[in-house]
């Protein structure tokens, strides 16, 4: 196997591992806003921005306040 095919093997599992962490996270932020955590200090333990926790906040429809 070439260099060049391990890394995209590599490549093709991270970004597998990733799309399936995703979901998983955003379940995550909206429990926690749902439970009261301050969308800044989501922001600061996800390390998303404060326009993705709003975006998947208001996707589940609640107001990450």
Same mark, same amino acid.
């Given at each position: 196997?070439?260099?060049?095919? +391990?890394?995209? =093997?590599?490549? %093709? @599992?991270? =970004?597998?591992?990733?799309d =399936?962490? @995703? $979901?998983?996270?955003a379940?995550?932020?909206?429990?926690?806003? %749902?439970?009261?955590?301050r969308?800044?200090?989501?922001?600061?333990?996800?390390?998303?921005?404060?326009? +993705?926790? %709003?975006?998947?906040? @208001?996707?589940?429809g609640?107001? $990450?306040?």
């Open positions: 196997m070439t260099r060049l095919e +391990q890394a995209a =093997k590599a490549y %093709r @599992r991270a =970004k597998e591992a990733l =399936k962490a @995703r $979901p998983e996270l379940e995550a932020i909206v429990e926690a806003a %749902r439970e009261g955590m969308q800044a200090e989501i922001v600061r333990v996800t390390g998303y921005t404060r326009e +993705q926790v %709003r975006r998947i906040c @208001r996707a589940a609640i107001d $990450p306040g």
